[in-house]
């Protein structure tokens, strides 16, 4: 059973920084496609960040130039380091995988980002 748990969420200020981690239970590179996506409240949940398994990465438009995603296979995680956070940047974030065409969620990490 594949397993992806998220940490690292928590409340920020504007402008400040959070990193948010996703450990998985199968290497990194086993999987397609990790990605974050993130839902607010009232809202859909929308893509935020894709890494794929040779490396390449694509961002909303909302977060380009803040947002960062990469990978550690040893450590097995992926990253999302958030900077220059802003009120609507908001949510719970999930951890998305894509394995052998099977789709795995984490169980999501609120960020709050409020004064």
């Known amino acids: 059973q594949v397993q992806l748990v998220e940490s690292g969420g928590g409340l920020v200020q504007p402008g400040g920084s959070l990193r948010l981690s996703c450990a998985a239970s199968?290497?990194?590179?086993?999987?397609?496609?990790m990605a974050w996506y993130r839902q607010a409240l009232g809202k859909e949940r929308e893509m935020v960040a894709i890494l794929s398994s040779v490396g390449s990465t694509r961002y909303a438009d909302s977060v380009k130039g803040r947002f960062t995603i990469s990978g550690d296979a040893a450590k097995k995680t992926v990253y999302l380091q958030m900077n220059t956070l802003k009120p609507e940047d908001t949510a719970v974030y999930f951890c998305y995988g894509l394995l052998s065409g099977n789709v795995y969620w984490g169980q999501g990490t609120q960020v709050t980002v409020s004064s």
């Open positions: 199968e290497s990194r590179f086993s999987f397609n496609v």
